[in-house]
């Protein structure tokens, strides 16, 4: 009986702490309205050693939101950090996405970018804030181009 119980054990499925399943939902949540709004979903997920990018997508149709190589060619890439929150009463979500988090945002595109082996395309980070009332969705903000490449990083 004792052999039954380890095993049942080492193949239970372990419960998610509530702050990791607010945030996947709140990602599935983000991709599927980005989709919606006609983007082409890419990556989720993606990491490398400097930390994780929740989201990456591929805008063909948003002019003027793309912030490396402009010209009349709208197609980017877009690395997007989703905020998921149960309240705003402190602070926007968005406002987590502070001067550190940028730059490991940063260096994980570029990253991402080296794995394409360089390629000569536009790209901007975007903040997707996903609220949750009772534990389901409320409301989801876009927050399109919301800061750029971050200093020293260059690419181009």
């Not at 052999?3 to 990791?20: D, I, M, N, R, S």
């Not at 949540?29 to 980005?34: C, H, S």
């Not at 980070?125 to 200093?151: A, Q």
Request: hydrophobic share 40%; glycine share 6%.
């Amino acid at each position: 009986m004792k052999l039954l119980t380890k095993l049942k054990a080492c193949f239970a499925v372990k419960a998610q702490p509530e702050h990791l399943r607010r945030g996947k939902l709140g990602e599935r949540a983000a991709k599927r309205y980005l989709q919606k709004q006609g983007m082409k979903f890419l990556a989720a997920n993606f990491r490398s050693e400097h930390g994780e990018i929740d989201l990456i997508f591929r805008d063909d149709g948003r002019k003027g939101f793309c912030s490396i190589f402009s010209g009349n060619e709208t197609n980017c890439l877009v690395f997007i950090e989703v905020k998921t929150r149960s309240s705003e009463v402190w602070t926007r979500p968005a406002a987590a996405v502070d001067a550190r988090k940028r730059r490991l945002l940063s260096q994980t595109a570029l990253d991402y970018l080296k794995l394409l082996k360089y390629p000569k395309v536009k790209f901007r980070f975007d903040i997707v804030e996903v609220l949750l009332v009772d534990g389901k969705v409320s409301e989801i903000r876009h927050l399109p181009n919301t800061f750029s490449l971050s200093k020293p990083y260059r690419y181009g």
